[in-house]
């Protein structure tokens, strides 16, 4: 089983639409998880940190569920400028360096 | 000013050409990253570097060089490519390397190897 997987899509939605994503991690002893989006021909910026709670902000909601080890991305409404790659990031507690990215998950908002 | 800058932006070079890629970070961080960036791939981390020494190299073939000099200034030198090296190359930075801090990237080095 790969460290972080996730469907790498494409989604194809239309605007206005609820589309969510799940990330799957295989290291049980992994503390932290990202949501980093990456526009087409652009470098990867952070969206959101994952919270054991869950968190919101504004139309996008990130989740976790430790025991099934993957956490999940939700977009309401989406707009054309949600059109991206979103990355999933583990930080798996191993290592100098424990932070593990996955594929990317492809968006695509149709007007 | 962007927090991470890098240059060149687009590179073309042949297997037997020597170049270089430099990465400048203004966010006063202290650990800076090269990171490779495939088609279908995830992100491949490179080298990372601490407070200046180098804590992760990652089986990276030696025709790949970093270098930092100092804490703002990270370089990847490049040697005897081959074309299956083209590909994006992204610098990082954040504050401390044990996962916890924000990544911020510079916009990425596209190499092209013939």
């Known amino acids: 089983r790969k460290e972080v997987e996730q469907d790498p899509g494409p989604f194809n939605v239309p605007e206005g639409a609820t589309v969510a994503f799940n990330c799957t991690y295989s290291n049980s002893a992994s503390q932290s998880f990202f949501w980093y989006r990456q526009d087409c021909r652009k470098e990867p910026k952070l969206l959101m940190s994952?919270?054991?709670s869950g968190n919101e902000d504004g139309r996008f909601t990130a989740q976790l569920n430790r025991a099934s080890q993957y956490i999940s991305l939700l977009i309401r409404d989406s707009k054309l400028s949600d059109s991206a790659t979103y990355l999933c990031?583990?930080?798996?507690?191993?290592?100098?360096?424990?932070?593990?990215f996955g594929k990317g998950t492809r968006l695509s908002v149709i007007a | 000013e962007t927090g991470v800058t890098q240059t060149p932006r687009h590179l073309v070079m042949g297997m037997t050409n020597k170049k270089s890629l430099k990465c400048e970070q203004h966010l006063g961080h202290n650990a800076m990253y090269w990171y490779k960036q495939s088609a279908k791939k995830p992100l491949e981390l490179m080298f990372v570097y601490s407070l200046e020494e180098r804590v992760e190299n990652n089986s990276v073939p030696s025709r790949f060089s970093p270098e930092c000099p100092n804490s703002s200034h990270l370089f990847l030198h490049l040697h005897t490519l081959q074309p299956e090296d083209s590909a994006l190359y992204l610098c990082?930075?954040?504050?401390?390397?044990?996962?916890?801090?924000?990544?911020?990237f510079g916009e990425g080095s596209r190499l092209t190897v013939l």
């Open positions: 994952v919270y054991s």
């Open positions: 990082a930075s954040s504050q401390g390397t044990r996962g916890h801090g924000e990544l911020f």
């Open positions: 990031v583990v930080n798996t507690m191993a290592g100098n360096t424990p932070l593990v």
